[in-house]
């Protein structure tokens, strides 16, 4: 393959309604041995939710994403891969002109890692193996004055983890592919819900 040392990438600027400023950039650069490619991107706005008034009261958020490809040339028959990717989402929870004063917020974390391995065995023969690890968090805050949360003031903590891999061996022969492997994976959830 072509040798791409001479990093390439691009940067944007965004502005649109509701005060809603996005910045996104990607990055990439690689040989034939290394390959990187990283995109980073993030936003804010007055607007996050579609709001119960026509006008959004209390309705301002932001998120942002981190994703990271790299790709590790071991060998002639051996490549390593790696994927991480982080988000974060952080809003204001929109309310209605009875409840002016409620400022329930809402926060929302990810976190995606997937490592792959794969080894040519032979003209015919490919054995891949991949794991991955994914946690998810949600936290529901309610108003600081639990008074001003009509009809009850309610908070919820929650997190969603799933964990795993597979391996599997493709045998391809003309026309024919044969295909034999397996997976493992377990989840774990934990709620808290307050009222």
Same mark, same amino acid.
């Given at each position: 393959?072509?040798?791409?040392?001479?990093?390439?990438?691009?940067?944007?600027?965004?502005?649109?309604?509701?005060?809603?400023?996005?910045?996104?950039?990607?990055?990439?650069?690689?040989?034939?041995?290394?390959?990187?490619?990283?995109?980073?991107?993030?936003?804010?706005?007055?607007?996050?939710?579609?709001?119960?008034?026509?006008?959004?009261?209390?309705?301002?958020?932001?998120?942002?994403?981190?994703?990271?490809?790299?790709?590790?040339?071991?060998?002639?028959?051996?490549?390593?891969?790696?994927?991480? !990717?982080?988000?974060?989402?952080?809003?204001?929870?929109?309310?209605?002109?009875?409840?002016?004063?409620?400022?329930?917020?809402?926060?929302?974390?990810?976190? !995606?890692?997937?490592?792959?391995?794969?080894?040519?065995?032979?003209?015919?023969?490919?054995?891949?193996?991949?794991?991955?690890?994914?946690?998810?968090?949600?936290?529901?805050?309610?108003?600081?004055?639990?008074?001003?949360?009509?009809?009850?003031?309610?908070?919820?903590?929650?997190?969603?983890?799933?964990?795993?891999?597979?391996?599997?061996?493709?045998?391809?022969?003309?026309?024919?592919?044969?295909?034999?492997?397996?997976?493992?994976?377990?989840?774990?959830? !934990?709620? !808290?819900?307050?009222?």
């Amino acid at each position: 393959g072509l040798d791409q040392k001479k990093p390439l990438g691009s940067v944007s600027f965004d502005y649109g309604s509701f005060k809603s400023p996005t910045v996104e950039t990607n990055f990439g650069m690689g040989s034939h041995l290394v390959g990187n490619f990283v995109s980073i991107s993030g936003m804010r706005t007055d607007r996050f939710l579609d709001p119960p008034e026509f006008t959004a009261i209390h309705d301002a958020g932001n998120k942002q994403s981190f994703f990271d490809r790299l790709d590790f040339r071991a060998s002639d028959v051996d490549t390593l891969h790696l994927n991480v !990717n982080i988000g974060r989402s952080s809003f204001d929870v929109p309310t209605t002109l009875d409840a002016p004063t409620q400022a329930q917020h809402q926060n929302i974390d990810s976190l !995606n890692v997937a490592p792959g391995y794969t080894r040519v065995m032979g003209s015919k023969t490919l054995l891949t193996a991949n794991g991955f690890f994914r946690r998810d968090k949600l936290a529901y805050l309610p108003s600081p004055d639990p008074f001003a949360d009509l009809p009850a003031t309610v908070s919820q903590n929650r997190s969603l983890t799933n964990i795993g891999g597979k391996v599997d061996l493709t045998y391809t022969s003309g026309v024919n592919n044969i295909k034999m492997g397996g997976s493992v994976g377990a989840t774990k959830l !934990n709620e !808290n819900f307050s009222i």
